[in-house]
């Protein structure tokens, strides 16, 4: 049983992940798992197993 079922990510790694663009603080969301910069208006994904894909090119406008 997970010991943090509220949350995708290992435990601590949300803490020091940061927005690749901003360096700004990163917000999880559960569905569709994704991490949110709300500065620049993006989502990264999570992908299974709980690993954000931190990237340009996958990162989606939270604004579409
Ligand atoms: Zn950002």
Redesign the pocket.
Same mark, same amino acid.
């Given at each position: 049983m997970a010991e943090h079922p509220d949350s995708l990510l290992p435990e601590g790694l949300l803490e020091i992940m940061q /927005?690749p663009?901003?360096a700004?603080v990163l917000k999880e969301r559960a569905a569709p798992p994704a991490l949110l /910069?709300e500065? /620049?208006r993006?989502a990264y994904p999570i992908a299974d197993g709980g690993i954000p894909v931190m990237l340009d090119d996958a990162a989606v406008s939270l604004d579409d």
């Amino acid at each position: 049983m997970a010991e943090h079922p509220d949350s995708l990510l290992p435990e601590g790694l949300l803490e020091i992940m940061q /927005c690749p663009r901003c360096a700004g603080v990163l917000k999880e969301r559960a569905a569709p798992p994704a991490l949110l /910069c709300e500065q /620049c208006r993006l989502a990264y994904p999570i992908a299974d197993g709980g690993i954000p894909v931190m990237l340009d090119d996958a990162a989606v406008s939270l604004d579409d």
